[in-house]
């Protein structure tokens, strides 16, 4: 969201300022993207992964500070909960062995930060929603020691004027409130990046956008929050509203969100940078120095910083992302469906098939976006966020008709899907036994009708039919998951409940 935030209050002439300012930033990004001095393709993708600290009880810690201090390592950072922390995995190029590669780098350094977060009593856990997370560990005072942090949650409640209201019904429903935006660090998510020409960007996040259903149905690893099972992934209905900064008439007189999925396909970029000015009032108004108009025309390349804030405070599940690097402006999809785990092979298999389908489908001559309303794809994201493994999606069919059918997830993984996402890794290059290695967890997840969510669930209710309460058996849940994780071995493999004594 941006390193140099620093706490501070805002006068009411800074929005104003600030919006003029995002103007030229906008009018800067056209005039780069009709200059087309983009930097050039050059296939590299890059992993960050939002990661739980939690005790050997399965209990949260908040110790997130103490544990970075104990790695010391660049590659770690904090997050905006105290038991959360980041991994960022440096850009690596598709192809080859590139899979194999990230899996060992995330191993390695997984198992170095676990190493150091048991000297305080912790550990590292990877998983969508901490299942074990109570109502009082998600509060203000929990936030992390960052200005960013502070300074974002008092913009939102400012804007909001109001509690927070939390009211997903899923298998049982939650209904609370907060007084801050801390719910939201229970979203643990993997965001998956991949470098793209201006040219190419519209048909990948386009895309990306279609396949979103498709990548939480065999990803899906958050089912609880609260105490309450709710949907198969919590995360979207959850970030949602821990960010909505609209109060009920706002949202009554359609107001979008600033957690949203979107509302067409796209023809370029610049069309989101620019929903961003147009729907979304600045949270953090922080003016740089910089004026990108003089620098463009002076033949430097502008950091377009208010841009890249601005767009940081919009939640989209595909975000546009502008960058420079040595003086050569980039532009990437950032892809932010997933979450975390359950183990690095998993979640090295979730960004194969992500960059495989999505490369397959970018080029093929009557994309599918043309085929699908953009309406069914929201609702396929729904669908899937609500049932998982088990969600029934609309897609259209082969053949000439091209009509849009109801299909079970897995059987369009199955039939469709892993076909295409094979193909796509091989354009990338990928090495044939990489591919086969992590597309065959999918085929397997898909076959056995197992992910971490389902895992979670059925464990969990062994439990509550051993006689444990509620309480007792998330937690006993959440440490049996910890150790399976650890074993490194995909979650369609681990046997359902606990060992027997």
Request: charged fraction near 25%; include cysteine; proline fraction near 6%.
């Amino acid at each position: 969201m941006g390193e140099k935030v620093v706490a501070q209050a805002f006068e009411l002439s800074d929005r104003q300022a600030y919006r003029r300012k995002l103007g030229r930033c906008l009018e800067g990004l056209e005039r780069l993207l009709a200059q087309e001095k983009f930097d050039k393709p050059r296939n590299l993708m890059g992993v960050e992964i939002e990661l739980n600290l939690a005790g050997p009880d399965g209990m949260p810690r908040m110790a997130n500070a103490e544990v970075l201090q104990r790695i010391s390592s660049k590659d770690f950072q904090t997050e905006l909960g105290m038991f959360n922390l980041e991994v960022n995995i440096v850009p690596h190029r598709l192809s080859g062995h590139v899979f194999d590669q990230l899996a060992e780098e995330l191993r390695t350094g997984l198992a170095y930060a676990h190493r150091k977060a048991e000297e305080v009593d912790a550990g590292i856990v990877m998983i969508g929603i901490l299942p074990t997370l109570g109502r009082d560990d998600l509060v203000h005072g929990n936030l992390s020691d960052v200005d960013r942090y502070a300074l974002l949650n008092d913009q939102m409640v400012a804007a909001r004027g109001e509690d927070f209201a939390l009211d997903i019904e899923g298998v049982e429903r939650l209904e609370c409130t907060s007084a801050s935006i801390a719910p939201e660090s229970a979203c643990t998510s993997v965001q998956l990046h991949l470098q793209v020409t201006p040219r190419r960007f519209p048909d990948v996040w386009n895309a990306a956008q279609a396949v979103a259903a498709v990548q939480i149905a065999v990803g899906a690893n958050a089912p609880f929050l609260f105490g309450k099972e709710l949907w198969r992934e919590s995360r979207p209905p959850l970030f949602q509203q821990a960010t909505d900064v609209r109060p009920p008439e706002l949202r009554n007189q359609g107001v979008r969100p600033r957690t949203w999925f979107g509302e067409r396909w796209i023809d370029s970029a610049y069309e989101l940078f620019e929903e961003n000015l147009r729907f979304f009032p600045p949270l953090l108004p922080i003016l740089d120095d910089e004026d990108p108009l003089e620098v463009i025309e002076a033949g430097g390349t502008p950091q377009l910083a208010e841009l890249v804030l601005h767009n940081g405070t919009v939640y989209r599940w595909n975000r546009p992302v502008y960058g420079v690097a040595d003086g050569v402006p980039h532009l990437r999809v950032e892809n932010r469906v997933l979450p975390a785990g359950p183990t690095v092979a998993d979640v090295i298999a979730n960004s194969a098939f992500y960059y495989g389908l999505v490369r397959a489908l970018a080029e093929e001559q009557k994309p599918v976006w043309s085929r699908l309303p953009f309406e069914e794809a929201e609702r396929n994201f729904d669908e899937a966020c609500r049932h998982g493994i088990d969600a029934r999606l609309r897609w259209p069919r082969s053949g000439r008709s091209g009509e849009v059918a109801e299909v079970s997830a897995v059987q369009l993984v199955l039939d469709e899907l892993l076909p295409l996402a094979a193909a796509g890794l091989d354009a990338w290059n990928i090495e044939p036994v990489d591919r086969d290695r992590y597309l065959g967890i999918i085929e397997q997840r898909c076959r056995l009708r197992v992910n971490g969510a389902s895992w979670q669930v059925d464990t969990y209710r062994r439990a509550l039919d051993a006689g444990l309460g509620r309480e007792a058996a998330l937690a006993a849940m959440t440490r049996r998951y910890g150790d399976l994780a650890r074993s490194g071995e995909p979650v369609h493999t681990w046997p359902v409940g606990f060992p027997k004594p």
